[in-house]
């Protein structure tokens, strides 16, 4: 997958050759720092880049459809459907002038051929479900407080019992016991209806509870791909080990937090060779120079990096 921004400045190159594949019922946890093409790349599986972004190649994939290929109007017919997203701020998503429950009954409505009763019922049921009471099903989105919107982007997202939930930054605005409750909910109603997930977030020490797999991007590249419990235990892209260690342990109240020097690549001009050898410690004369290759590490495992 490549996506491009066509802006003043110059080409924006977001996502720069992503390959990646899961299974279904699968939770990918895609991480990365800040303007490291995590939503674009999520934005692209529904084909919703915004301009001036473009996809300008690629494959999506999805359940032996290539969604390249599809129409406007077949693609609106997966949308929420078979694949649905979380936004990052469900203000945004939510219409102000609409009752909550009305959104999730036209949703229903949209896709599924139920009369306006039936829709009701089963919207109250979804309410329920992420914790919200029927009471509340006519209130507006204003009425409710940010951790209850999320839920309601939540529910919104599962009405219609997708195969794939895109999740954006679900929990990145609400505060931790809030963001533990909503990540919870999240993996109790995925295991139930069976849904895969990709879970979109800049904070890694989330991904751990809830995701099988980790997708770690670095500047519009996909640097790492491994299961959940390699991956923590030993990390082997050098970005992935900075990260890493950049979580603060509480079992050492002495120790000194690690960051990562330096700044993330401007996306219109990134470095030569591998885009991460102006931060890496690890970095050779070839690894400013060429572009390494995605290895193959053991039987499962993506690595972009010139040590493997
Ligand atoms: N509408 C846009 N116009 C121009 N450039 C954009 C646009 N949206 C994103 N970009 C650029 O594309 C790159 C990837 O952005 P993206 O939003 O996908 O990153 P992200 O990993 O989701 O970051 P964050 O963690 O901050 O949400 C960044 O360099 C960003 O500046
Ligand atoms: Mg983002």
Redesign the pocket.
Known sequence: MR?Y???RDGV????DNVDLSMKQGETIGLV????????????AILRLV????RIIGGKIIFDGLNLMKLSEEEMRRIRGKRISMVF?DPMTSLNPLMRIGDHIVETIMAHDNLTRKEAEEKAMKILEQVGIRSERFMDYPHQFSGGMRQRVGIALALALNPDLVIA??PTSSLDVIVQFQILDLMKKLKDLYGMGMIL???DISIVPGIADKVAL?YA?QLVEFADVKSFFNEPLHPYGKALLESIPNIQYSDQKLKYIPGN?P???NPPKGCRFSPRCPYATERCREEEPPTIMVGRRRLVKCFQY
């Open positions: 996506v921004y066509y802006t924006v190159m977001a996502v990365g720092e800040s303007g490291s093409g995590k939503s674009t790349l999520g934005q915004p301009p001036p972004g990052q954006d930054e979109i977030t800049h991007m519009g993330p401007d996306l219109i």
